[in-house]
């Protein structure tokens, strides 16, 4: 038997499940938009999308889901340490093509910035930081983001540490003990909610710990969605979903009620569409539309925060009118969309191939050495 193949064939892929995937560009899409918006309106009740942060807790529960159905059945027999060089060529080369971006934006803005207040060593220390997802929030001119060069990285290291907790503990746990781990999560949730007014914390030093609670609920609700079958077969497809999806981000914010509204939407409506993804049915036409959205998802999430920090130097420095400020926007998204397809294209998936190739021929001589 050709040990090369037999070793591909256990390490691949199971099938995606397509609405799913294309939900997540659609949630990419939308955190893109309240980027740009958070620019303009500080004040998010002002902001038409200013629940679109809410997106990440979507993905963490998309990504709960998908972990469980790709790995549950697999870890044992792959290992530990398989699994997290998979998970690590599938996530990092994006880490590093943003922390690479982010250092340049931080060094070459033409509309403002000031790099030559930090240090050489300084610099050096958070890039290397970004790359290797080491909270680090030191530079005021980046908000004292975890990750100065990467903002969105933040919601990354939380992945990780939500797979790290998988692979040594949730894969084997029943599922009553999971769904007791989701209902604490649930009440943690809803603390943070009620202490900040809001679920918008995480990516600062400050809100380090308001992340834990969003993806340790999330992804322990996907992952329970999964493991108990709670797929809602149904006819709404991809543009009733996404329509659906689009719904939470474009919630009303309100100060005096976020605190409520937004605990709702991520302890019941996004594990509800992910479960309704699952079962929804896909027209044949829109297969293409649901997995190019899935594969830009992920490069354009860790790719346009660069462009953001340029974008907010030159809305404060100049103040666009409205219209100008509309095509300015909208030209951005569709620019950002093309970029992050470029990455994808030219250095993610070429690069994740080659690193899944020398894994493979890795393994293939181990156990070609064991026989």
């Given at each position: 038997?050709?040990?090369?193949?037999?070793?591909?064939?256990?390490?691949?892929?199971?099938?995606?499940?397509?609405?799913?995937?294309?939900?997540?560009?659609?949630?990419?899409?939308?955190?893109?938009?309240?980027?740009?918006?958070?620019?303009?309106?500080?004040?998010?009740?002002?902001?038409?999308?200013?629940?679109?942060f809410l997106a990440v807790d979507f993905f963490f529960c998309l990504s709960g889901f998908v972990i469980g159905y790709a790995y549950d059945d697999r870890v044992a027999k792959m290992g530990i340490l398989n699994f997290f060089i998979s998970r690590a060529i599938r996530l990092h080369p994006l880490v590093v093509a943003g922390s690479v971006l982010g250092l340049l934006a931080f060094l070459f803005d033409p509309f403002g910035g000031h790099p030559e207040l930090y240090s050489t060593g300084k610099i050096i220390l958070t890039f290397f930081c970004s790359i290797f997802l080491i909270p680090l929030p030191v530079i005021s001119d980046r908000g004292f983001n975890l990750f100065s060069f990467n903002a969105p990285a933040w919601s990354l290291f939380w992945e990780y540490v939500a797979n790290i907790v998988y692979a040594f503990l949730l894969y084997q746990i029943g599922r009553s003990y999971l769904l007791l781990l989701t209902l604490v999560s649930a009440v943690a949730i809803c603390f943070v909610a009620y202490r900040s007014g809001n679920l918008l914390g995480g990516w600062s030093g400050p809100?380090?710990?308001?992340?834990?609670?969003?993806?340790?609920?999330?992804?322990?609700?996907?992952?329970?969605?999964?493991?108990?079958?709670?797929?809602?077969?149904?006819?709404?497809?991809?543009?009733?979903?996404?329509?659906?999806?689009?719904?939470?981000?474009?919630?009303?914010?309100?100060?005096?009620w976020n605190w409520l509204s937004e605990p709702v939407v991520v302890l019941f409506y996004f594990p509800s569409l992910v479960a309704l993804g699952a079962g929804a049915m896909l027209t044949p036409g829109l297969k293409k539309v649901c997995i190019f959205s899935g594969k830009i998802s992920y490069p354009l999430y860790m790719t346009h925060y660069a462009v953001l920090w340029m974008f907010g130097n030159y809305y404060t420095a100049h103040k666009p009118g409205t219209s100008q400020l509309a095509v300015i926007i909208i030209t951005g998204v569709i620019l950002l969309v093309g970029a992050a397809y470029l990455v994808m294209v030219i250095y993610d998936i070429p690069l994740r191939h080659y690193l899944s190739s020398k894994r493979n021929e890795r393994l293939a001589k181990q156990k070609a050495g064991g026989i």
């Open positions: 038997m050709d040990t090369n193949k037999a070793t591909a064939n256990f390490l691949q892929t199971k099938q995606h499940f397509d609405i799913l995937d294309g939900l997540r560009g659609v949630a990419a899409l939308a955190v893109v938009t309240f980027h740009f918006m958070e620019w303009v309106y500080t004040d998010p009740g002002k902001n038409f999308i200013g629940h679109g809100t380090l710990w308001d992340g834990c609670a969003r993806v340790s609920y999330s992804f322990l609700a996907g992952l329970l969605i999964y493991r108990s079958n709670w797929i809602i077969k149904n006819k709404l497809g991809f543009f009733g979903l996404s329509l659906l999806l689009l719904l939470a981000f474009l919630l009303p914010s309100s100060t005096k």
